[in-house]
């Protein structure tokens, strides 16, 4: 038995499509470009990265639902495409979101349905459910019908079912989306246990605090590319010799944020917006205090709350994407 | 697993209020209007004949559209992915949403029966009632075996639809559903030969006014086995161009 659960080498997938009848038009998106990288059996394996990444692509290459355009990739030993079934049988699949349930079925039927479709024994398929439904909490309400849940409980339903027939190797493609803090936490606890349990997770986030706190090693991924891969807290070296200073504002035009790029010092600028408001994270070399000359670029523009910290993983991945990217402000 | 899914389809689809008003009020009107037309046909002693051909219509509507649009359903849902990542070989991941929609398909049968008995008073006098007891399922479980072969044809394109509309009347008349196949134009006949459709609704129909029943009903059963060989080959290579051509999601 190999000592990978997932090896991955060279992959590669283009998406082709045509659009018109009379003057067709063909297009094609180079999604992943040579993604390479394994996961020990047993490790808690995050994929990080920005929408259009390659994120979502690349555990649809590894789970069998697309075929490589170029590469190969192994699940627990079985080659992705010329053994799928035997990959299947040892795979889970969890995706975000609302959809993938028989809405007008119970969740109990949902799961029942699943059981028989993943191969789970007759006999021990009451009890499994059983187990599954208490694991994530759903025990008790597993008779309704699922049209009827909140976000956070059909998430959790879609993990009940993703590990009906004890996969060795889960997949997570963004569970906790749209997914309320509380449950959020619910679902990190989860996950974390079974990873002690000794099942392989790979896991696709855009929070960086959830792949901080649950994997063993990361992988950035931005433009179809891995661009770099490691614990934690070496991903956190990416982000070395700099300091960040955040400052809430409100209007900011691109211009101003344009000017903040461009002072001696800078190397992100990146924004995200939070209600009405901005939130600005300058990064700048760790030497130089760039507080006063920001703020002197903010003049006249109405601003909240202002802070210089330590750089976090999420700053490191910020630089490890941005340095791809042909602009350097990130919205 | 084929009847748990089955059962377990069946209970979804008839969980829709769209669909099942659409099974029951579609085979209603047509049966009305063949009533009618029967009727002023001077062919009273058919009324019968039209409640269950109009009931045989519903049921390959149902078969036609829940095929294809099952499917189509599924992805919608972001199920389709989800199913087909089991570890089965497609066709058996398949079968049971396409036997289930002619399954539900039953309801249209009931519709226009009832239909015909409270409202026009026909009365429900099968020449052979046993054999009406096995041809029906028998039916259904045919043109169950059949979906799978448009299932399979459907998998691949993303407006499916589009040529289920297409197939639904033409089959119905070329099968004599309503009409016996004899009153149609002779280059039907070969396709109506073919159709498992045909010989379901030909045994049906033997069973309400008299005739070999068994043979037709081991002909429909025959036909549609091989479609269902044809269509579980067919469904392997079409997931396969699905994962090369990432049609299983929407996106």
Known sequence: MTEWAIEADGLRRTYRSRTGWLRPRRQEVEAVRGVSFTVRRGELFGLLGPNGAGKTTTIKLLNTLLIPTAGTARVCGHDVVRQTREVRRHIGYVFGGDRGLYDRLSALDNL?????????????????????????????????????YSRGMRQRLHIARGLLHEPDVLFLDEPSIGVDPVAARELRRTVAGLAETGTTVLLTTHYMAEADELCDRIAVIA?????????????????????????????????????????PGVREVSVETVGAAQMLTVQSDAGTDMQSHVLGVLNGIRLGRVTARQPTLEDAYVSIVNAHRPEKVAA | MLAVGTLLHAKHLSRSPLEITIALLVPVVQATLAVYLFRSGAEPHRLLEAAVGAGLMGVWSSVLFGSGGAIQNQRWQGTLEMIMLAPRPPALVILPITLATALTGTYAMIATLLWGRLLYGIRLDF?????????????????????????????????????????????????????PVTVLPPWTNPIAA??????????????????????????????????????????????????????????
């Not at chain 2, 448009?150 to 639809?161: E, G, K, P, Q």
């Not at chain 2, 045909?198 to 008299?210: D, F, L, S």
């Open chain 2, 127 to 179: 020449a052979d009632p046993l054999a009406f007891a096995a041809a029906a399922p028998g039916c259904v479980l045919g043109l169950g075996m059949f979906g799978l072969l448009l299932a399979s044809t459907f998998v691949l394109l993303r407006n499916a639809n589009a040529l289920a509309n297409t197939m639904e009347y033409p089959i119905w008349l070329v099968s004599g559903m309503l009409v």
């Open chain 1, 112 to 148: 029942r349905y699943f059981a028989e479709l993943y191969g789970v024994p007759p006999r021990g398929q009451r009890a499994r459910i059983s187990a599954l439904l208490e694991l994530v909490g759903l025990d008790g309400r597993e008779r309704e019908r699922v049209e009827g």
């Open chain 1, 223 to 263: 433009g179809g590319r891995i661009r770099a891969l490691g614990t934690p807290a070496e991903l956190k070296h990416h982000a070395d010799g700099r300091r960040v200073l955040e400052v809430e504002a409100y209007g900011v035009p691109d211009a101003r944020l344009a000017e903040i790029q461009d002072l």
């Open chain 2, 194 to 251: 073919v159709l498992p459709t045909t010989w379901g609704a030909r045994a049906v129909r033997e069973a309400v006014t008299g005739g070999p029943v068994w043979p037709s009903l081991g002909i429909c059963l025959a036909i549609s086995a091989g479609c269902l060989v044809l269509g579980a080959v067919s469904m392997s290579y079409v997931e396969r161009r699905a994962r090369a051509a990432a049609t299983l999601a929407l996106a």
